[in-house]
């Protein structure tokens, strides 16, 4: 049967798109994961990948051209098979009649296209409000929070909710004005992009058929809203402590977590001046503790003298073992992180290359440069450079494995693994090569402070050909990555150490680093990802050669 596929958002900003280039024609076969066209988004260019398998019957908006999100894109399905009724907006090919019944072959096509009809008409003024796509990537998403609650008032440009990705925490705004009407998804619940989040309209409306109809429709199993009002009492002592939801989250953004979590400040103590008594950056940097009652003090004071009262008997302490567990909801990044690593060592036949690399010639250079005003160049930022050169020289390395084919890739952008509180980010440095020291260090150093306060766009975050991953900095020597797919290798950094080695027959005082590339061998082997080490560690042992 053929299928939809209209125009994705693949930012949480975008309103419309535009079709850069087509990478399949019509009578193409298409294949689950193919690449169907380049879109380009108010943010970046991003390939847009199928995800259904047939012949492509219909391209909706040529090369070239702008159209809004959701607008018809293409259609898939069967070789051969009628879309008349999809391009005349219906949802299902138009039965040919026999023409000898032609009267009552149109009798029946009136009593059957009524139904349909009445079950995807919306009333006047409402719309239905799905699970957004936010990176090209997001499968399913999970609502974070919700601002808002059904019976209040959303105007163009509110935030309606944060939604959890498999890369970021996004605040969701609305495009539309009215009422909320009725919530799809609860907080905490997680579902398939394009599921029923939410219905706006005006308020009052009876909106029970089109809740009814998606629930039936498989799109989303979350439960109806309650529509008990709670009491006003109860409410306003609930907005006075501190704002939570139902189900006991505080609502605060994200930045205002993080900053409350690097402070040590409880959020449960402040109390909100955002909207919906929801917490915000300033209500962090403006806490101040209060001093907390001392209970044994008061009861000390309440309690009556007893002059006569005999002391009491001094009490041996005898420690107490005690079962204790903390149960952490996996957040969706997480929950990604999991899926693609075991992925990728389950997949990929993974092994490790180890060398050892001399660092005084580098120690020395790196002193040198950042004698100059303004330039500060880290160890790694030496070692992303040399990557970059030596996969120009290597460009197997800078592969990835597909069923079919192996893809060369002879430009070069390098991920940077960087730690961030809910697990790992992986931002990207585009055209490396072409990247001096100095601007290589002030990207990484941009792109690694965004990423840890969760500002890192999903385009900011994919097109990597080669990772780099370095532990160095906690004073670990030696360790094994796994490959950060479609990638094809992984370097890991080790730290700096200071021992003996030989040099010329003498033992002296120098100064070593271990690298170690993990390779999947379905792309590159052995002799193969050992003269990619050889390269890289003349360029790191000798880092003038980088500079011609």
């Known amino acids: 049967m053929a299928i939809k596929v209209t125009m994705p958002r693949l930012s949480d900003t975008m309103t419309e798109g535009t ?36 012949t492509l019957l219909h391209i909706g908006i040529q090369a070239g051209e702008t159209a809004p999100v959701d607008s018809l894109l293409a259609i898939i399905g ?3 098979e009628d879309i008349s009724a999809l391009l005349a907006g219906g949802d299902a090919p138009a039965a040919e009649a026999p023409k000898a019944d032609a009267a009552p072959a149109a009798e029946a096509k009136t009593e059957t296209a009524a139904p349909a009809k009445a079950a995807t008409e919306l009333p006047k003024g409402v719309v239905v409000v799905t699970m957004p796509r936010l990176s090209d990537t997001m499968t399913e998403g999970t609502v974070a929070t919700w601002l808002k609650k059904v019976g209040d008032a959303v105007a163009e440009g509110d935030i309606l909710a944060e939604i959890e990705t498999d890369k970021a925490t996004m605040e969701f705004e609305s495009f539309n004005e009215g009422t909320l009407l009725y919530i799809g998804i609860q907080e905490g619940n997680t579902a398939p992009v394009d599921s029923l989040l939410a219905i706006i309209g005006p308020a009052g409306t009876d909106i029970s058929g089109i809740a009814d109809n998606y629930t039936a429709g498989g799109t989303t199993t979350a439960s109806a809203p309650a529509t008990e009002e709670k009491a ?19 609502l605060a953004s994200p930045l205002a977590k993080k900053i409350a979590s690097d402070k040590g400040i ?30 044994a003090a008061t009861a000390t004071a309440a309690a009556p ?60 250079s790196r002193a040198t440069i950042n004698t100059v005003p303004d330039t500060k160049v880290s160890f790694n930022d030496m070692v992303i450079k040399a990557c970059a ?9 800078n592969s990835q494995w ?30 490396t090569d072409a990247m001096s020291l100095s601007q290589i260090g002030a990207s990484v150093r941009d792109l690694a402070g965004r990423a840890k306060n969760k500002k890192l766009g999903p385009q900011e975050m994919e097109g990597s050909t080669f990772t780099v991953s370095n532990l160095g900095m906690f004073g670990i020597t030696e360790f094994n990555s796994i490959i950060n797919q479609p990638n094809s290798a992984i370097l890991s950094v080790g730290a700096i150490v200071e021992k003996p080695v030989v040099k010329n027959g003498q033992i002296v005082v120098g100064n070593t ?36």
């Open 19 to 54: 079709v850069a280039t087509w990478l399949k024609k019509v009578g193409d076969k298409i294949s689950e994961g193919d690449i169907l066209a380049e879109i380009e988004t108010d943010k970046a260019t991003m390939e847009f990948e199928s995800f259904n398998e047939g």
């Open 402 to 431: 597909k069923e079919d084919a192996i893809i060369i890739n002879h430009h070069v952008n390098i991920g940077v693994a960087v730690a961030v509180e809910d697990g790992l980010v992986v931002p990207v440095l585009k055209f």
């Open 266 to 295: 409880q959020l449960n103590q402040v109390k909100g001046s955002g909207e919906n008594g929801r917490i915000v950056k300033s209500d962090i940097e403006n806490f101040t503790p209060s001093a907390q009652a001392q209970p």
């Open 305 to 364: 003298k007893a002059e006569t009262a005999a002391p009491a008997a001094p009490k041996v302490f005898v420690p107490a073992g005690e079962v204790f567990t903390e149960e952490i909801k996996n957040s969706q990044m997480r929950k990604i992180i999991a899926k693609r690593l075991a992925e990728s060592l389950f997949t990929a036949p993974h092994y490790n290359l180890v060398i050892e690399v001399s660092m005084d010639e580098a120690m020395a």
């Open 232 to 250: 006003a009492p109860a409410a306003e002592k609930a907005t006075e402590a501190v704002a939570e939801t139902s189900n006991g989250r505080i």
């Open 513 to 548: 680093m271990m690298l170690s590339l993990a390779c999947d061998h379905r792309t590159i082997d052995g002799a193969t990802g050992a003269q990619f080490l050889q390269t890289l560690k003349q360029y790191i042992e000798s880092p003038v050669t980088m500079l011609a």
């Open 389 to 397: 050169l030596a996969l120009k020289k290597h460009p197997k390395i």
């Open 78 to 80: 069967n070789e051969g």
